[in-house]
């Protein structure tokens, strides 16, 4: 018995619903924004076939219902199918997460043959100009675009999602358009999350304050009158909000993630909490990981909170917040996260926005994006004005 069905950090623990699995971290594209370690891991880290396929089934095993595959570029692992088919043949529904570039002839229908239910496909912009300088890729919006209609045409359920920042916040109404030509039935416009290189990339990215409240305003409208023909997601922006989003639906409390080498992770940036260390997968069994291992009880619960989360009546709503961005800003995983009003160190976030409103005036917009790389960072050229 795991997952606590309330408060306490080991009481009534119910099996996890959700699992990412990053495939791999090699990808095509090297958005500033990607929520993947600073560290990306090379291709000879990642878990063989046989590996992953032992993990699904003992995920299965656990309760596991839904697994998104993601990465880095999922579709890059020759496997795929391979590890689509098996999961389907247990019964979990399966989430494809891909940027969409690069993909062969015959794949996405083979994804579809092997039990794909769902494909979810990122736009960098809802112009070509923008999917191809945020991703750093000539052409990518094309591609994605030819991926959209390979999708729709092999019968799978499409989500675009929109990940907004300062340089494409403006083309929400676009996204929305583009979204309905393509046949989506979803939508997600997901305001960045400052965590792995989008926090290196913070001052670049961040929006600024009219922007926001006018694509809250947009996405509102829209949901409204879409209603029955696009479903809208607006994932709100945390250095905007009063309080937090309840990270992963809670520490350890439903989902867990899976890093390309095996290691079992509660969230993407878990690592950056450098007082836990966690286990891969092989070295124990999935379900001994998910209920024992120290970092997964670390923050499970709420009997790990302080003041004022501890007697907040918001904490089995939003389970504290973000462990990890508690950690980059507060620099205590335990803090109450800063995005939230009760936070002593809420007018931080504040701050943040301030400066990179000040940054993004001294450069006339032509902020410079450290672009994701195995191995490195690489400084982008300047935006042309
Ligand atoms: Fe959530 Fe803690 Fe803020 Fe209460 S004090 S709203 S539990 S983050
Ligand atoms: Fe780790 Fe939010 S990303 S708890």
């Known amino acids: 018995m795991v997952r606590q069905a309330s408060g306490t950090a ?3 623990l119910l099996p996890p619903i959700g699992m990412l699995a990053e495939l791999t971290h090699r990808c095509p594209l090297q958005c500033p924004y990607c929520s993947n370690p600073v560290e990306l891991l090379k291709a000879n880290r990642e878990l063989d076939t046989a590996a992953w396929l032992d993990l699904f089934e003992q995920a299965a095993d656990l309760g596991v219902l839904q697994v998104h595959l993601s990465g880095g570029e999922p579709t890059l692992r020759r496997d795929l199918e391979q590890m689509i088919a098996r999961l389907s043949a247990r019964g979990v529904y399966t989430n494809l997460i891909t940027a969409g570039v690069g993909i062969a002839e015959g794949r ?7 039990g794909l239910d769902h494909l ?4 960098q912009g809802a112009r070509p100009e923008t999917t191809d300088r945020i991703g750093n890729q000539r052409g990518a919006h094309e591609r994605k675009l030819e991926t959209a209609r390979r999708a729709v045409a092999a019968g799978l359920p499409l989500t675009i999602n929109a990940p907004v920042h300062r340089h494409n916040i403006e083309q929400v109404p676009e996204f929305i358009e583009l979204a309905l030509s393509l046949g989506a039935e979803r939508l997600e416009i997901a305001n960045v999350q400052y965590g792995g290189w989008a926090l290196i990339n913070r001052q670049a990215l961040m929006p600024d304050r009219e922007a926001v409240m006018r694509q809250a305003e947009i996405v509102e409208a829209a949901a409204k009158r879409l209603a029955g023909i696009l479903n809208i997601d607006f994932v709100t922006p945390d250095y905007f909000a009063i309080y937090p989003k309840p990270c992963m639906g809670g520490w350890a409390r439903d989902a867990f993630m899976v890093a390309p080498d095996g290691t079992v992770l509660p969230c993407h940036a878990a690592h950056t909490i450098p007082t836990l260390t966690f286990e891969r997968f092989g070295e124990r069994t999935l379900a001994d990981i998910w209920e024992d291992s120290p970092a997964f009880n670390a923050f499970r619960g709420t009997d790990w ?3 004022p989360c501890r007697s907040c009546e918001r904490r089995e709503i939003d389970w504290g917040g973000c462990r990890c961005q508690a950690m980059a800003i507060a620099g205590n995983a335990a803090a109450t996260d800063p995005a939230c009003i009760k936070s002593p160190l809420h007018a931080r976030m504040a701050t943040a926005v301030a400066e990179a409103q000040a940054a993004a005036a001294a450069h006339d917009r032509n902020a410079e994006f450290v672009y994701r790389r195995i191995g490195g960072a690489v400084q982008a050229e300047p935006e042309k004005a």
């Open 108 to 114: 996405i229908e083979a994804f579809a043959e092997a």
């Open 305 to 307: 909170m302080q003041e």
């Open 120 to 123: 979810q496909l990122s736009f």
């Open 10 to 12: 080991m009481s009534a």
